[in-house]
Each structure stands twice: as C-alpha cells, then as structure tokens.
C-alpha cells in the first residue's frame, strides 16, 4: 500500500518497518505467525533491491587488483630485481623490501589511534530475555462487613482476648478500690499507693493505664490533698449528677513517670 513512499530516497519507512518487524518476531509463537514474517521479509527485500536500483551515485567503483598494485608500489615492491631473478622464483611477484609492513603500519596507525573496544571478562554483558512471570492476580480490597468476614479467625481472637484481659484488670482494680475506700472512707487512697508496683516498672505503667479508665469512665476522681499529692476516690452515679463531672466536663492529663522517679 506505500510502496511509493518506501522506495522514496527520502524516505525511512522501509528502515523502521524492518525494525517493528525485528521487535514483533521475538513474539512469535505459532508457525502462522513465522510464515507472516518470512512473507514480509521477501517483500522488504524486494523493495530494498528496487530502491536500490534507483539510487545514482557516481562514486567511482572500487577495484580490488588497482588497490594491491597501489599498495605494493607504496610499500616499495622492486620489480627489476625479479626480472633478473625469474628463474629461480616461480610464485613470487615481486620483492619488498622487510620493512615494508612496517612502513604500511606506520602510514595506517593514524587513521586507527582510538580507544579500545569494551569487552567484558566474562563474556559478553547482553543476556537472554528474561523468562517472563507468571501474572498473580491481586485480589481486591474489601471494605465493612466483608473486611471483618475476611479477618482472620486467630487474630480475632487475640483481639478479643485481650480486650478482654484489659475489662477484667479495670474491673478488680475498681473492685479493690471501691472496698478499700468502704472499709475506710475517712482515709484517703493515695494515687501513687495505690498504682506503683515496687517490684516491677513495666508493671506500674499497666496500673497507671488501667486506673485512666476509670477516670474517663466516671467512675473514680482524682483532686489533691493538702500536701498537693494525688489522692484518688470512687464516685457513685448520683455524686457524678450532683458534682457536674459529666463526660464534657471531664479533663485529661498526661502523667510523666520515668524509671529513676518510680526508684
């Protein structure tokens, strides 16, 4: 169908269907396909002799016996002397002199002075396609009810457990404070008392996070005695009514305990 415009001499549509057709053959599978491919080339090969023919250069032809005679002259063959010797040497042509491939290395070396080519020690750094992998199909998020079906059974039962254990740990906490506190009500609980653990720091953080919830539940408050040391005490609902310590009015404080101030 462009056959016109391919065998323009201005043209480089022949060049780059040659290439398409060098980067479509690394994919071919079936022997359809194989036999496409050698069609097209019989067809470039046709267009390229054509486009050939019509080129006009007037570059004069090269002719192998004029260059050897040209060379052996420069390299300063001596014929005069084989003359004289015909007899006693049957293939030779002609004499050079010993330094003549020197001289003819010499006159060349400067059209040659570039850097080596790179190679590789190893052979040569282009390697075989990579095999290509086998596509996983990635499956899609899903979000709501179909996220929580999709977790897993284990790890919802950690979760579970151990909300759990941290319910069951406010509650006895709770419990111990609000029997303390019947026993003697007239004796404040100090906060610090009631939470550090002598033995073990790590263990006194879980007091401290344990006793914020029943902070922030309303069901204990914490105000200072009067040597300004936290003290903490246990609120019934109606106190909670009576007092305004509504969830808004609640206030949170961050608590800072390092390991030398729990020493």
């Not at 250069?57 to 090269?62: G, I, R």
């Not at 080596?116 to 990579?130: A, E, T, V």
């Not at 009067?226 to 005490?233: T, V, W």
């Amino acid at each position: 169908e462009n056959r016109e415009d391919m065998l323009s001499s201005k043209s480089n549509r022949l060049t780059e269907a040659l290439e398409e057709a060098n980067k479509l053959f690394s994919g071919v599978f079936c022997a359809r396909e194989a036999a496409l491919d050698a069609q097209f080339l019989v067809l470039a090969s046709n267009l390229g002799k054509e486009k050939a023919n019509e080129l006009h250069s007037d570059m004069t032809t090269f002719d192998s016996l004029v260059f050897a005679e040209d060379l052996l002259t420069f390299m300063g063959i001596n014929r005069i002397e084989v003359e004289e010797n015909d007899s006693d040497s049957e293939s030779i042509s002609g004499y050079l002199p010993s330094d003549a491939w020197h001289k003819l290395g010499e006159e060349t070396e400067k059209y040659f002075r570039r850097a080596p080519s790179f190679h590789y020690m190893l052979g040569s750094f282009k390697s075989d396609p990579p095999v290509p992998r086998q596509r996983i199909e990635r499956q899609k998020k899903t979000t709501g009810r179909e996220e929580k079906r999709a977790m897993p059974a284990q790890l919802k039962k950690m979760e579970e457990s151990h909300q759990e254990a941290t319910e069951k740990e406010v509650e006895r906490i709770l419990g111990l404070l609000q029997t303390h506190f019947k026993n003697d009500p007239s004796t404040p609980i100090s906060f610090f008392d009631l939470v550090i653990d002598p033995n073990s720091f790590a263990r006194t953080v879980e007091n401290i996070f344990h006793v914020s919830f029943i902070i922030r539940d309303g069901f204990a408050r914490i105000k200072l005695d009067e040597d300004k040391l936290p003290i903490i005490e246990p609120l019934e609902d109606n106190e909670e009514r009576e007092d305004g310590h509504s969830a808004g009015a609640r206030n949170q404080v961050v608590l800072s305990l390092n390991y030398k101030e729990w020493k």
